[in-house]
Structures are given as structure tokens and as C-alpha cells.
């Protein structure tokens, strides 16, 4: 069983942006007026054309510093730089493969 987060009306107020950022992070927090149960903060579904939006669990892995995100530049941009008549990435990989298993006894 999931536990969800709660918060009085007092808290809420204090805490407002903190329990957003949980929210926004895919948590779900009740909200609660004398310990009665009046509203629930859920987090709402991806929004049309957010391709480009960074998905809430990679945020939380790069916030905790356990992954960088990449930029995600056009291919034309990461290829530049390599050694004239290089058509591909997978060109480089395949002569060193090949160069690999030719010095190996």
C-alpha cells in the first residue's frame, strides 16, 4: 500500500510550495481541515506537445545528482568534429571493433 502525504490547512499554508514540488514530482497529498479530509493535489497528466519535457523520475535521478540529462542535439551537431569521409558514429565503432579483434592472439 502506497502512503500518501497529508497536510492540515495551517501546514499547507506554510508549506505550500514544498508539498507543490511533491505533487510535481508524482506524489499525491490530501489535504485536511480538522482531520477531515476536504481536497486531494494530484499531479496532472503530460500536456499536449510536452515532448521535450524532461519526464518526473529522470528529474528527481538528476536532482539527486544520479544521472545529466543530455541536451539532445540534432545528429549533424554531435557528428561534427569527426575525421573527414566518417559517415557515421557506427563507422568509428566498427573499424575499432575490427581493430580489436585483429591484435587479439
Same mark, same amino acid.
Given at each position: 500500500?502506497?502512503?500518501?502525504? /497529508?497536510?492540515?490547512? /495551517?501546514?499547507?499554508?506554510?508549506?505550500?510550495?514544498?508539498?507543490? *514540488? +511533491?505533487?510535481?514530482?508524482? @506524489?499525491?497529498?490530501?489535504?485536511?481541515?480538522?482531520?477531515?479530509?476536504? &481536497?486531494? !493535489?494530484? =499531479?496532472?497528466? %503530460? +500536456? /499536449?506537445?510536452?515532448? *521535450?519535457?524532461? %519526464?518526473?523520475?529522470? @528529474?528527481?535521478? #538528476?536532482? &539527486?545528482?544520479?544521472?545529466?540529462?543530455?541536451?539532445?542535439? %540534432?545528429? =549533424?551537431?554531435?557528428?561534427?568534429?569527426? =575525421? &573527414?569521409? /566518417?559517415?557515421? !558514429?557506427? *563507422?568509428? &565503432?566498427?573499424?575499432?571493433?575490427?581493430?580489436? #579483434?585483429?591484435?587479439? =592472439?
Amino acid at each position: 500500500m502506497v502512503m500518501m502525504k /497529508t497536510a492540515n490547512v /495551517t501546514s499547507l499554508r506554510k508549506h505550500l510550495s514544498h508539498l507543490l *514540488d +511533491a505533487v510535481r514530482h508524482g @506524489e499525491e497529498v490530501e489535504i485536511l481541515d480538522r482531520n477531515v479530509p476536504i &481536497a486531494r !493535489l494530484v =499531479p496532472v497528466g %503530460p +500536456a /499536449t506537445g510536452s515532448k *521535450d519535457k524532461v %519526464p518526473s523520475w529522470l @528529474e528527481r535521478l #538528476r536532482r &539527486a545528482g544520479v544521472v545529466r540529462v543530455g541536451s539532445l542535439k %540534432p545528429v =549533424p551537431e554531435i557528428l561534427k568534429g569527426f =575525421p &573527414a569521409g /566518417t559517415r557515421s !558514429l557506427g *563507422d568509428l &565503432a566498427v573499424k575499432a571493433i575490427l581493430e580489436d #579483434r585483429r591484435s587479439e =592472439p
